[in-house]
């Protein structure tokens, strides 16, 4: 089963606010990755993180792979209609490289 | 467009027949995975392939499915004798193997077993 739990489960925000998820794990992995899906769409990578501690951006996005390598937030600054969707945390496993996925956060934005 | 291509990306079939799906990965990726993903749920790791091998099975991939990649290049699944609950979009990724890359995930195969 999943081993990925990822809160909010969904969220109403107001456009032009900042957003911010987490997803936890109970093992300790080193590869922690933030994708975005659309309807009907699969799932597109939006950054990845390879380093514990480490903080990287991509545009408005920012994630950070946590100390412990048991979490990661992903915050997304001044939202947009386009942010609309489904957000997961993948992570990595060591030696098969399998993807495993958490349990995804719904956003929406009102404009 | 990740260049990873999925056919068909709709299928609606009668519950019992069996349907087949195909997934064409990005060149000279060699490693390649099937995930399902059910609705309000995040993708379940199926099975995967490195080249024409495959690895691993997962236990939500019982004997009514089976996947193939023959020549290392395109993959397709089969579902034999659909049920209910096979409903679900069917996913393909593919990974080139680098240090610090990332599989590519293709668009899907939705599947309604009525």
């Known amino acids: 089963g999943q081993q990925l739990n990822q809160s909010p489960q969904s969220m109403f925000i107001q456009e032009g606010e900042d957003v911010s998820m987490n997803c936890t794990s109970s093992?300790?992995?080193?590869?922690w990755l933030w994708y975005k899906q659309d309807p009907g769409e699969g799932p597109v990578l939006l950054i990845a993180?390879?380093?514990?501690?480490e903080l990287t951006s991509n545009g408005r996005l920012t994630a950070q792979f946590g100390i412990t390598r048991k979490d990661s937030f992903l915050n997304i600054s001044a939202s947009i209609p386009s942010d609309v969707g489904i957000y997961f945390c993948?992570?990595?496993?060591?030696?098969?490289?399998?993807?495993?996925f958490g349990t995804g956060t719904r956003l929406k934005v009102l404009a | 467009d990740t260049g990873v291509s999925q056919d068909p990306r709709h299928k609606i079939t009668k519950r019992g027949q069996n349907v087949t799906f195909r997934c064409d990965p990005i060149?000279?990726?060699?490693?390649l995975y099937w995930y399902r993903q059910t609705l309000g749920q995040g993708p379940e790791f199926l099975t995967y392939?490195?080249?024409?091998?495959?690895?691993?099975k997962s236990r939500l991939l019982s004997d009514r499915f089976s996947a193939e990649r023959p020549k290392g290049s395109f993959s397709t699944l089969e579902i034999q004798r659909t049920e209910q609950g096979d409903s679900a979009m069917y996913l393909c990724?593919?990974?080139?193997?680098?240090?610090?890359?990332?599989?590519?995930f293709g668009q899907g195969t939705r599947l309604t077993v009525v």
């Open positions: 993180l390879y380093k514990a501690g």
């Open positions: 392939f490195q080249n024409e091998a495959q690895l691993e």
């Open positions: 993948a992570v990595k496993t060591s030696g098969t490289y399998k993807y495993i």
């Open positions: 060149s000279e990726h060699n490693r």
């Open positions: 093992s300790i992995f080193n590869t």
């Open positions: 990724a593919t990974w080139e193997g680098g240090v610090n890359t990332e599989a590519f």
